[in-house]
């Protein structure tokens, strides 16, 4: 998706707003927004992330990542079929039948391989640690990310406030919530400057736009300043993910992809998640185009070698 098609909105502790460059959007950005309600109706949903959740083919997480939840989610069961449907996709849709709280509620995570990973990648962090959250959605990953400084970016309002819910008093914090406002993800400004402060983790799921913010962390990348990072990479969105993942590799990254519901070394994946994804998911690199343009849309993880 082009700069001219992608708006976010951010809550963004005031610890990390000196440290922005989001700009205002302009005046025909789209409004990310469902065209069906004004507002949808929530629930409040209480996890305990330790052993196998209610979905049977994705792995159990061990006690050493444990963590508890309390997160308001959209009551999906209230709203259509539409969620990932409808003319217009992603500025005609249902937020409120959007699959993410459907999967939290009904199956007890969110994407279960990726969450596990992003535990344990957490869990070779310290607690000082900075955490980016491009396309935060609710803020499923934010929320495991308890006692990082965490800095969230989200396109949808609504979901914005069930962010500042779900994580309020589980992230580290300086002093209060500033909300920005819309704010623009413009490839050209980085989002932090070179010389901030090494980030730990960043996941970016974007819908078609990641290429804007691996352009806006160019230069942390360039530096090695970042160390792990979860990307949704989307052929099916834009033909640009091949060349994006490979400049990634090329400034020193390890680039596994996440696997599948029922993989077959999904018991070893439970026990040691990074150790088990370099084992069997890394993408070798002079394969890295090749094999990325072949997908619809997967998850990697961009390791520091």
Known sequence: MGLGHRRETGMIPTVFAPLANLKAPPPDAPNVRCQWHQNHET???????????LIPDVPAIPHRLRRELTLELYDY?????????????????????DVVSYSIAEQGVWEGYETLTVLDVLDR?????????????IGWYSALATGYGVFT?????????????????????SNDWLNTGPAWIDGDAPILPANAEPIHFA??????????AIRMLSALFAARKINYCL?????????????????VADQGYRIAQ???????HTPEYSDQP???????????RDRLKEIVGSWRQENVLCALA
């Open 43 to 53: 629930i409040t949903v209480r996890l305990v992330l330790d052993g196998q959740p």
């Open 77 to 97: 069961r209230r709203y259509g079929q539409r969620g990932y449907e409808g003319e217009g996709f992603p500025h005609d849709w249902c937020t409120g039948q």
């Open 125 to 137: 962090g310290k607690r000082a640690d900075l955490m980016l959250d491009l396309g935060a959605h």
């Open 153 to 173: 970016v989200e396109a949808n309002e609504e979901n914005n406030r069930l962010i500042e819910r779900n994580i309020t008093g589980r992230i580290r914090l």
């Open 203 to 212: 996941k970016i799921d974007l819908e078609g736009a990641e290429d804007h």
């Open 231 to 247: 990307m949704e990479v989307s052929p099916v969105f834009a033909d640009y993910y091949p060349d994006l993942v490979a400049w």
């Open 258 to 264: 996440i696997p599948g519901k029922g993989w077959e």
């Open 274 to 284: 990074l150790e088990t994804l370099r084992s069997y998911c890394e993408i070798p």
